[in-house]
């Protein structure tokens, strides 16, 4: 864990913005343009939508959405919109009721595109719930193949059904267990998600209590989960296969650590991500492996989107 100090204009901003002193001092070695970033978690973050094309083609949705006073404006990934102007909270409307779509962060949509699953591949998703990432599996695959959801906690598998069912997924399997077993299910998989628990810093726009509710252990706990995990995961990933690898923190030491020792133990090559900028190469005394950069990361204040961090790791 890397503790830096901070200085009087560290100390500014954190009591400006209301932060813990540390996360200030540490977002400052690796943000591009600390002030602006800060301000932009001010505002709720852009909503956007991701078009279930499992039930309904995008035209379509966009017409009945349309028809009922919303406005969309189509964004810069597949299937996805930005929802600009709701009479209502589009949550709430009957095509989300449907299926016809997902309400889900922008960033989000960038981990199963980047997996690019094929129709009948096997894919593991070792943290599933409440099943955003899963369902968009689902949908590039076109409901075909399998996909093996694994959710540790029993509270949160009732969502994940519900959205399973909802979106009309039919290829999936849900495992209430801890995916660092996940060699005990029997199954190797073409391709993993790995979309890890984490700290969560980047979703600090919706949820402002993150702004100090996180302790620099808690960061040290998740880098030590996510690393246990991706063991789990080398143990059921087909030789030739695919990780994708995500957290919605900004912590070196849940992101490019994480890359950096999956690339040294097992010799994975990290492909690049044609969304975000690059991942860093150094963060105090951490220096990651060069390719470490091909990983991606997004920021609120450049991407227009909750914050994020994917890999593509190809196990070769
Ligand atoms: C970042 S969330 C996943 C979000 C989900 N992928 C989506 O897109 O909707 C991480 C999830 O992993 C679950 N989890 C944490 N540790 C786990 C473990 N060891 N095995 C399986 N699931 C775990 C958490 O309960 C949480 O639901």
Do not use: W
Request: aromatic share 8%.
């Amino acid at each position: 864990m890397q503790e830096f100090p901070a200085d009087a204009r560290i100390s500014e901003l954190a009591k400006k913005y209301k932060y813990n002193e540390y996360m200030v001092a540490r977002f400052a070695r690796l943000v591009p343009d600390l002030e602006k970033f800060l301000e932009s978690m001010e505002a709720p973050p852009a909503t956007y939508i991701r078009v279930n094309t499992l039930k309904i083609a995008p035209n379509a949705l966009l017409k009945r959405l349309t028809d009922k006073g919303f406005t969309l404006k189509p964004a810069d990934i597949p299937d996805c919109f930005e929802v600009t102007g709701e009479p209502y909270s589009i949550g709430a409307s009957a095509e989300h009721l449907l299926g016809y779509f997902y309400v889900q962060d922008k960033s989000s949509m960038i981990p199963p595109l980047a997996l690019a699953p094929n129709p009948g591949d096997t894919v593991i998703d070792m943290a599933a719930s409440p099943g955003g990432k899963t369902t968009h599996i689902a949908q590039l695959m076109n409901n075909e193949g399998l996909i093996v959801a694994i959710e540790k906690e029993p509270g949160r598998i009732p969502s994940l059904r519900t959205n399973i069912g909802r979106c009309g997924v039919m290829n999936t399997a849900i495992y209430n267990m801890d995916a660092l077993e996940a060699d005990k299910i029997g199954v190797k998989a073409d391709k993993i998600l790995l979309d890890a628990p984490c700290t969560g810093e980047g979703v600090i726009a919706r949820d402002r209590s993150r702004k100090t509710s996180r302790e620099e252990a808690d960061i040290q706990f998740c880098s030590t989960v996510q690393h246990e995990l991706i063991d789990a995961a080398l143990k059921v990933l087909k030789p030739g296969g695919t990780l994708v690898y995500s957290t919605c923190s900004y912590a070196p030491e849940e992101n490019e650590l994480i890359i950096d020792y999956a690339v040294k133990k097992y010799g994975l090559k990290v492909d690049p991500v044609p969304y975000g900028v690059p991942g860093i190469e150094k963060f105090g005394s951490l220096t990651f492996a060069p390719e470490v950069k091909n990983a991606r990361r997004m920021y609120p204040h450049i991407h227009n989107t909750t914050g994020f961090f994917v890999a593509r790791l190809r196990y070769v």
